[in-house]
T-cell receptor, first 113, second 116 residues
């Protein structure tokens, strides 16, 4: 069965600092992997996705993520965080034979000026 | 292109009352999902539709929850009667059918339900 673990419930960074949000997944084959962002009172917005090919994927808002099969990880990174990046971030894994997504519990990002 | 539309955005009801949520997916999206998001948690799938057919409702509490997607476009999720533990955000999402663009899902803003 698929599962996703986001070990960090809450992360605080200073504006301009680099960011890495961790995501580990469990799935028996190569999964589809996603990062979504949710601002307060808003729905989820897709930041980036990995289906196949290059393991370093670029997304919107300057985010990137790297798929590491050996570590079952898909960590999200940003070189310089902006105050507007403060939000909840969700990693999700999808099976290749269905379109069912399993979400992690999320990481809340707080950005200090 | 309009996104996924949900209404109402907020709903406050007393326990044992019925409540309904409405979703209009992105035009052309055959697949529609209803998710439950509890506070501090990720979304959990309640039901998935392929056109009019509910193809995965295994997580839907069928004793009090029901859903329909007449004509394969709009969908309604109903709770009757509501319980205190149903307080959560109910998210609707849509996607093209699997096999066309993969499994990218587009989410609406959600309906925040408070049961008193």
């Amino acid at each position: 069965a698929q599962s996703v673990t986001q070990p960090d419930i809450h992360i605080t960074v200073s504006e301009g600092a680099s960011l890495e949000l961790r995501c580990n997944y469990s799935y028996g084959a190569t999964p589809y992997l996603f990062w979504y962002v949710q601002s307060p009172g808003q729905g989820l917005q897709l930041l980036l996705k990995y289906f196949s090919g290059d393991t370093l994927v670029q997304g919107i808002k300057g985010f990137e993520a790297e798929f590491k099969r050996s570590q079952s990880s898909f960590n999200l990174r940003k070189p310089s965080v902006h105050w507007s990046d403060a939000a909840e971030y969700f990693c999700a894994v999808g099976a290749r034979n269905t379109d069912k997504l399993i979400f992690g519990t999320g990481t809340r990002l707080q950005v200090f000026p | 292109e309009a996104g996924v539309v949900q209404s109402p955005r907020y709903k406050i009801i007393e326990k044992k009352q019925p409540v309904a949520f409405w979703c209009n997916p992105i035009s052309g999206h055959n697949t529609l999902y209803w998710y439950l998001q509890n506070l501090g948690q990720g979304p959990e799938l309640l039901i998935r539709y392929e056109n009019e057919e509910a193809v995965d409702d295994s997580q839907l509490p069928k004793d009090r929850f029901s859903a329909e997607r007449l004509k394969g476009v709009d969908s309604t999720l109903k709770i009757q009667p509501a319980e205190l533990g149903d307080s959560a955000v109910y998210l609707c999402a849509s996607s093209l059918s699997f096999g066309t663009s993969g499994v990218e899902q587009f989410f609406g803003p959600g309906t925040r339900l408070t049961v008193l």
